[in-house]
């Protein structure tokens, strides 16, 4: 995907890495994408249905979320 489709089709990523850019420099966030879109798992985005990038194995076997209340729900990942 080329930066202005990019920046067409997944907005908020685009502007979140833009702000890491002028946080970090762009050669260094720009490196870590080039690696996550070469398969490395350094760099993975979803959003619009869009997905870009290596997504990284976590190895986690628990997830956590909070629901509507504030409050932390545990579950555990089903594998395979």
């Given at each position: 995907m080329k930066q202005k489709e990019f920046k067409e089709k997944m907005p908020e990523c685009a502007a979140f890495i833009e702000d890491l850019c002028q946080a970090f420099g762009t050669e260094a966030i720009h490196g870590q994408i080039r690696k996550g879109l070469n398969g490395e798992p350094t760099f993975w985005a979803k959003e619009n249905g869009h997905?870009?990038?290596?997504?990284?194995?976590?190895?986690?076997?628990?997830?956590?979320?909070?629901?509507?209340?504030?409050?932390?729900?545990?579950?555990?990942?089903?594998?395979?």
């Open positions: 997905e870009i990038g290596t997504p990284v194995d976590s190895g986690a076997e628990w997830r956590v979320t909070w629901n509507e209340h504030g409050v932390a729900v545990a579950e555990k990942i089903k594998r395979g």
